[in-house]
């Protein structure tokens, strides 16, 4: 099976840089997404990690290490609109193309 | 990347009864995905639908409770049936993207009573 960690709730200050980490054990893995979902909408994907390293877009960032299991996405010069549910989601390899999503890490900006 | 249209968006419905939600794509997709997402919970996957052959079920999901229909390449349906109060949930559907992530719609929010 998979299991997919991550903190259920974060708060932040706005201008500021905040860390969301993510751990999984999965039977092979094949790629970690990392997805925004707002408050009644559906999840818009961020970003996706196959090999080990930091990839930049603007101003999220994510990074992956495989042999440790662990991901997380930064997220610089917050702004209130920010605040979300962040969704780490891993593909496992072996047959399974599907994603595993976490349960979300809820992100509060406060100005 | 694909835009998915999907509805409705939220309804209220009586316990014993059956809904349908509906997701249309503007591009043809080989498989489309069926998520539940409970308050508070991680998204679930419920079935893959494939134009042509019967959806396959994930652990705890049955197709007598979530049938599904796949008419056409651009076209799916889920339908939750004799639903009760733990079937309250967003109803999520979702396609392959072009950059290899997951294209998600704008899901329904389904509330039993």
């Known amino acids: 099976g998979q299991n997919i960690d991550q903190p259920t709730e974060m708060t932040a200050t706005e201008g500021a840089i905040v860390q969301i980490n993510c751990t999984y054990q999965t039977s092979g893995f094949n790629g970690l997404f990392w997805y925004q979902q707002h408050a009644g909408e559906a999840p818009t994907f961020l970003s996706y990690n196959v090999l080990d390293g930091l990839e930049e877009k603007g101003r999220f960032s994510s990074f992956l290490s495989r042999s440790k299991g662990y991901s997380y996405l930064l997220l610089k010069e917050l702004q209130m609109k920010d605040s979300a549910s962040y969704l780490c989601a891993v593909k496992a390899s072996g047959g399974s193309y599907i994603p595993t999503f976490g349960r979300g890490t809820s992100l509060i900006v406060h100005p | ?113």
């Open chain 2, 1 to 113: 990347s694909a835009v998915i249209s999907q509805k409705p968006s939220r309804d209220i419905c009586q316990r014993g009864t059956s809904l349908t939600i509906q997701c249309q794509v503007d591009s043809q997709v080989t498989m489309m995905f069926w998520y539940r997402q409970q308050p508070g919970q991680s998204l679930t996957l419920i079935a893959t639908a494939n134009q042509g052959s019967e959806a396959t079920y994930e652990s705890g999901f049955v197709i007598d409770k979530f049938p599904i229909s796949r008419p056409n390449l651009t076209f799916s349906t889920l339908t939750v049936s004799n639903m009760s109060p733990e079937d309250s949930s967003i109803y999520l559907c979702s396609v392959v993207s072009m950059q290899g992530g997951y294209t998600f719609g704008s899901g329904t929010r389904l509330t039993v009573v």
